[in-house]
């Protein structure tokens, strides 16, 4: 079956770098049209969708926090790492990894497997 | 980017009620909407995809419809694991947004 858990650290000062490791099992990144992304959401708060990367390597970014996210994929170690800088304590949230399969031309159906989630909280 | 607007923000409602959750987009995105349930500290789960498809192992209590910019989700007869924040997120261009969530609280 497929899971995806994901891991880093649960505290991290302003203006620090976040790094988030996503390790999955039950489906291979190098398989044609799979795909994993990031979700945050802040404590009470909605979800928010950042980032998506597929099996050849095409990448997504929200456009609103592209220039300080970067996801790359490890396929040999079944891993999607994120990447967040300048981190700010309005980026406290849990993140969320989770598994994605495209239709065709960015559409999808969604994401039907997701990590149990990581809180990460921003402060000095 | 496509924004996404659920209504009602919050419902009560009882079991055995049937209820409909809207969710509205900027603009239009065919049929590639999804929704989801979220229970408090879990993470969501896919219910319906491709506006109307039922996720497999997903009780058939849950329906969706709509196409271009109106969606609804509805739930035909609540049960008590039923009371959960509903999402629903484009799945047509990127970003793949989601709505804000509507809470559905026991009456």
């Known amino acids: 079956q497929i899971t995806l858990k994901e891991s880093g650290p649960t505290l991290v000062k302003p203006t620090q770098t976040l790094t988030l490791t996503c390790t999955f099992s039950g489906f291979s990144l190098s398989t044609s049209g799979v795909g994993v992304g990031w979700i945050r959401q802040p404590p009470g708060k909605a979800l928010e969708w950042l980032a998506l990367?597929?099996?050849?390597?095409?990448?997504r970014y929200s456009p609103s926090l592209k220039s300080r996210l970067t996801i790359t994929k490890d396929t040999s170690k079944n891993q999607v790492v994120l990447t967040m800088t300048n981190m700010d304590p309005v980026d406290t949230a849990t993140y969320y990894c989770a598994h994605i399969t495209m239709v065709r031309g960015g559409k999808s159906k969604g994401f039907d497997y997701w990590g149990q989630g990581t809180l990460v909280t921003v402060s000095s | 980017d496509i924004q996404m607007t659920q209504s009602p923000s919050s419902v009560s409602a009882s079991v055995g009620d049937r209820v409909t959750i809207t969710c509205r987009a900027s603009?239009?995105?065919?049929?590639?909407l999804a929704w989801y349930q979220q229970k408090p500290g879990k993470a969501p789960k896919l219910l319906i995809y491709a506006a109307s498809s039922l996720q497999s192992g997903v009780p058939s209590r849950f329906s969706g419809s709509g196409s271009g910019t109106d969606f609804t989700l509805t739930i035909s007869s609540l049960q008590p694991e039923d009371f959960a924040t509903y999402y629903c997120q484009q799945a047509n261009s990127f970003p793949h947004t989601f709505g804000q969530g509507t809470k559905l609280e026991i009456k």
């Open positions: 990367i597929y099996w050849n390597d095409d990448k």
């Open positions: 603009q239009g995105i065919s049929s590639w």
